[in-house]
């Protein structure tokens, strides 16, 4: 079936209802055996040093998966680089479909965006809710490891996190991808409840060094509430695509992302959270209404490029889970 790249989440029932197989771009950036070489290309092309790594790394990406040949852009709601990526991406022969979310959460403006892309895919509304229904029971699932993660204490921050982000497409087979976490709830079932770690809260954009998982449990700290990969999950009880994607927290603004998150840190009885913000993003301007709103001890984190956790956050780290304990 032909593939279509998307720079963020999307209504993804749509491209699944069209018969074609969504491909989230930044989990193929990510999971490349050198993700830092497609950085190296998109800057030897043209792209500036001082520019968001995701950007460029899709940009590597769609060039290098040459059966990638339409692409879905977030041209509101996520990265304003987006359209310049759009943009370089045209000239190199690429299609493009823009999807815009209302900064308001406008449910007509959100229902028309929705309807260009069908359009554009020729499938209907009939079609997009029998999608709805066939990814909801994969998304439960995956509601199921996450609050096995936080009540329960028997999944690690890490797959908490990888199987939540994976909801932006589901690996392209929902079917397959459900039958690999029905594997992970198994296990999580029968293993011991963990104890006595630090319970901390993930916010922000999902980040470019996995380490971070692994750093901290070897430091007897748990992440065990990933706000933006949770999201992805659409953990929204809706029969509704429209409202579906006007209850997803991440394109809209940062006061609407904060009710949620303040609520799941209440109900998840956090310790501390750390807030992600990449670097030359935005959204690094937003954490200062964070820590203004959020009460709640905080670290900030940036990262630039993929690779290992570098020695000044390692100590950062550090210091804030001793300033925990």
Same mark, same amino acid.
């Given at each position: &079936?032909?593939?279509?790249?998307?720079?963020?989440?999307?209504?993804? *029932?749509?491209?699944?209802?069209?018969?074609?197989?969504?491909?989230?771009?930044?989990?193929?950036?990510?999971?490349? *055996?050198?993700?830092?070489?497609?950085?190296?290309?998109?800057?030897?092309?043209?792209?500036?040093?001082?520019?968001?790594?995701?950007?460029k790394g899709i940009y590597s990406t769609v060039l290098k998966n040459q059966d990638i040949r339409t692409l879905i852009a977030v041209t509101q709601g996520d990265c304003s680089n987006t359209h310049a990526l759009m943009e370089t991406l045209q000239l190199a022969g690429v299609e493009i479909v823009p999807f815009a979310y209302p900064y308001d959460r406008d449910v007509d403006l959100l229902r028309l965006q929705m309807e260009k892309v069908m359009h554009f895919f020729d499938v209907t509304w009939e079609q997009v809710r029998e999608q709805k229904k066939r990814l909801d029971r994969v998304r439960s699932r995956v509601w199921e490891l996450d609050r096995l993660t936080w009540e329960e204490n028997c999944v690690s921050g890490w797959d908490n996190h990888l199987y939540q982000i994976s909801c932006?497409?589901?690996?392209?087979?929902?079917?397959?991808?459900?039958?690999?976490?029905?594997?992970?709830?198994?296990?999580?079932?029968?293993?011991?409840?963990?104890?006595?770690?630090?319970?901390?809260?993930?916010?922000?954009v999902p980040p470019i060094m996995g380490e971070l998982y692994p750093y901290l449990e070897e430091r007897g700290a748990r992440i065990v509430f990933n706000e933006t990969q949770r999201q992805f999950t659409m953990p929204f009880d809706?029969?509704?695509?429209?409202?579906?994607?006007?209850?997803?927290?991440?394109?809209?603004?940062?006061?609407?992302?904060? *009710?949620?998150?303040?609520?799941?840190?209440?109900?998840?009885?956090?310790?501390g959270i750390i807030h992600y913000a990449q670097s030359f993003c935005f959204?690094?301007? *937003?954490?200062?209404?964070?820590?203004?709103?959020?009460?709640?001890?905080?670290?900030?984190?940036?990262?630039?490029?993929p690779g290992?956790?570098?020695?000044?956050?390692? &100590?950062?780290?550090?210091?804030?889970?001793? &300033?925990l304990r």
């Open positions: &079936m032909p593939k279509v790249g998307i720079t963020t989440t999307v209504p993804v *029932e749509v491209i699944y209802a069209a018969g074609r197989v969504p491909v989230d771009l930044n989990n193929v950036f990510i999971a490349d *055996e050198n993700p830092q070489s497609l950085i190296e290309e998109a800057e030897l092309a043209g792209y500036p040093r001082n520019l968001c790594a995701w950007i932006s497409d589901f690996n392209g087979d929902p079917e397959k991808f459900a039958a690999e976490v029905d594997y992970i709830l198994e296990k999580a079932r029968l293993s011991e409840p963990r104890t006595g770690e630090l319970r901390l809260g993930y916010i922000g809706t029969t509704d695509p429209v409202e579906q994607y006007r209850f997803y927290t991440y394109p809209y603004g940062v006061f609407y992302r904060l *009710e949620d998150i303040g609520r799941e840190a209440a109900r998840r009885k956090l310790d959204r690094q301007i *937003e954490d200062l209404i964070i820590r203004e709103k959020l009460d709640f001890p905080l670290l900030t984190l940036e990262g630039d490029k290992r956790l570098d020695a000044r956050t390692r &100590m950062r780290l550090d210091v804030f889970l001793d &300033m």
